[in-house]
């Protein structure tokens, strides 16, 4: 049973809607675009109450104006780029804690894909929505910040238990899987997920959510220092940081 409406938008973004228990608002996080959003929140009769926004791309933030004029909602998103996103009502920052009623979110910073986004920790559920920053066996593309700095952000994952859900922006699950074999093609529990991802994908469902635990299995960019990736790709002098840039660079090319 899953708690969150996965509604898929544009030709591979996820936008998620979520309901508070207790107020039953319903909270959307990132609007790629309105359309596909508003079809669903009329055929069930549902309010929208507020936004969540992981960062300023135009394919997170596109809908959020025809969903403003058509529901009094309040939008959240980084202070630190209010001047990209669209007029933030409540604006957050790292370490912060958002309630929605009984619905608590906790912020981090997790620059690298952009400068300025955030991922949102449905604590209680143990649940995070990454964005463009730790995506199903992948990350986002380096459009304004280092590798060092995406290195840091998905560092910051390792604090959090190994169950915990991640629900990221796209369906690049495909492209990933076949980067990932290429780099990584002695990991067993990466095989196995090829088999489930295919089945997934014939079906047509999406590969979201997964766990962070798959991700730490499978997801080259969290496996830079794992011995074979590391013969594999002569990395032995090089440190995490470098291997990570490199294996991110790998990707660019694939
Ligand atoms: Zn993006
Ligand atoms: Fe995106």
Redesign the pocket.
Known sequence: MSKIKIIPCLSDNYAYLIVDDQTKKNILIDAPEADPILDYLKKNSLNLDYILLT?H?A??IDGVEKLRKEYNLKVIGAKRDKKRLPDLDIEVEDGQTVDIGETEFHIIDVDG??VGHIAFIWVAENISFT??SLMVMGC?RLFEDTPEKMFESLQKFKQFSKDMKIYS?HEYTKSNIEFALSIDKNNLKLKDRHKRVIETLSKNEPTIPSTLREEYDTNPFLRQDDPSIVKTLKMETLTSAERFARIRSLKDNF
């Open positions: 960062h791309h394919d997170h894909h952009t964005g463009d986002g922006g």
